[in-house]
């Protein structure tokens, strides 16, 4: 069982910057795909931007150029960053972390991202 604690978020200006962590804890977790995905009311989770266990990154269309997405692995704990910039009304969502290996997926508890003047 991986546990998952989420943090950051929260309120911004349109052309603001934030940073969202999950931090993964558990059994194998330096080997599973870590990533964030967002939800709006009535919308599909879509993906923001992913890394693999070897570092391998993929970002959403919306994401390319503005996110950033890094890995750190630490005392048994692998914590995913997501650092947002130039963030827009559009990025307004609910953010999910992802940790997933081997048919086992786990997701966050969701943190509320709002961007708004």
């Known amino acids: 069982q991986v546990q998952l604690v989420e943090s950051g978020g929260g309120l911004v200006q349109p052309g603001g910057s934030l940073r969202l962590s999950c931090a993964a804890s558990g059994s194998n977790v330096e080997s599973g795909f870590m990533g964030w995905y967002r939800q709006t009311t009535g919308t599909h989770r879509d993906l923001v931007a992913s890394?693999?266990?070897?570092?391998?990154?993929?970002?959403g269309d919306s994401a390319k150029g503005r996110f950033t997405i890094s890995r750190v692995r630490d005392n048994g704990k692998d914590t995913v960053h997501l650092e947002m910039n130039s963030l827009k009304p559009e990025d307004t969502a609910v953010y999910y972390c992802?940790?997933?290996?081997?048919?086992?997926?786990?997701w966050g508890q969701g943190t509320q991202v709002t961007v708004s003047s």
């Open positions: 890394i693999a266990s070897g570092g391998n990154t993929n970002y």
């Open positions: 992802l940790w997933y290996f081997n048919a086992d997926w786990n």
